[in-house]
T-cell receptor, first 110, second 113 residues
Framework: DAKTTQPTSMDCAEGRAANLPCNHS???????VYWYRQIHSQGPQYIIH???NNETNEMASLIITEDRKSSTLILPHATLRDTAVYYC???????????FGTGTRLTIIP | EAGVVQSPRYKIIEKKQPVAFWCNPI?????LYWYRQNLGQGPELLIR????????DSQLPKDRFSAERLKGVDSTLKIQPAELGDSAVYLC???????????FGPGTRLTVL
């Protein structure tokens, strides 16, 4: 599986957009980008995934660069409940194992 | 709809004692996963089941860890004997086959003294 690189931590003001970057320069053509988050003392929660097109759902937007070597997760209006560790994961259908890294610890500041 | 249920939520044991964790996945999810999460790290897969069959147990330390999923629903993960290094959060997740949106339970925090 392709490896991902994320900043260790980030802060964002409440009400602003939180933009979380992820580098995955060795991603293969059939590998998807998945994002999960883990709020303190809870299990990880699926957020969104994409292959090459940008994706949006009720939680977030995922922007994938044209060369697919990096992506950005956008939380459009961050709230205090968005404080969590965010994991960017590259995954393909041939390997049904999610490989979590250490993620980005996002802190929303009141 | 109920989520993934795990019990107990917390467990404290002395080293060399046995311990077991239980997981009830979301109804209809035939894929079940056990992960271990050490402090400050992301979860690491221990074993994956498709129905009753363990299809990936390559990361399960088989000398002391065992798991079962009888009837393809509930699952139990056991450690015998526990070591100090087994202190971690043990997470169970489930998903529909071929879909990688995994739903996680709250985990069991194990402390081995």
């Amino acid at each position: 599986d392709a490896k991902t690189t994320q900043p260790t931590s980030m802060d964002c003001a409440e009400g602003r957009a939180a933009n979380l970057p992820c580098n995955h320069s060795t991603i293969s053509g059939n590998e998807y980008v998945y994002w999960y988050r883990q709020i303190h003392s809870q299990g990880p929660q699926y957020i969104i995934h994409g292959l090459k097109n940008n994706e949006t759902n009720e939680m977030a937007s995922l922007i994938i660069t044209e060369d697919r070597k990096s992506s950005t997760l956008i939380l459009p209006h961050a709230t205090l409940r968005d404080t969590a560790v965010y994991y960017c994961i590259v995954w393909n259908f041939g390997n049904e194992k999610l490989t979590f890294g250490t993620g980005t610890r996002l802190t929303i500041i009141p | 709809e109920a989520g993934v249920v795990q019990s107990p939520r917390y467990k404290i044991i002395e080293k060399k004692q046995p311990v077991a964790f239980w997981c009830n996945p979301i109804s209809g999810h035939n894929t079940l996963y056990w992960y271990r999460q050490n402090l400050g790290q992301g979860p690491e897969l221990l074993i994956r089941y498709e129905n009753e069959e363990a299809v990936d147990d390559s990361q399960l330390p088989k000398d002391r860890f065992s798991a079962e999923r009888l009837k393809g629903v509930d699952s139990t993960l056991k450690i015998q004997p526990a070591e100090l290094g087994d202190s971690a959060v043990y997470l169970c997740a489930s998903s529909l086959a071929g879909v990688n949106e995994q739903f996680f339970g709250p985990g069991t925090r194990l402390t081995v003294l």
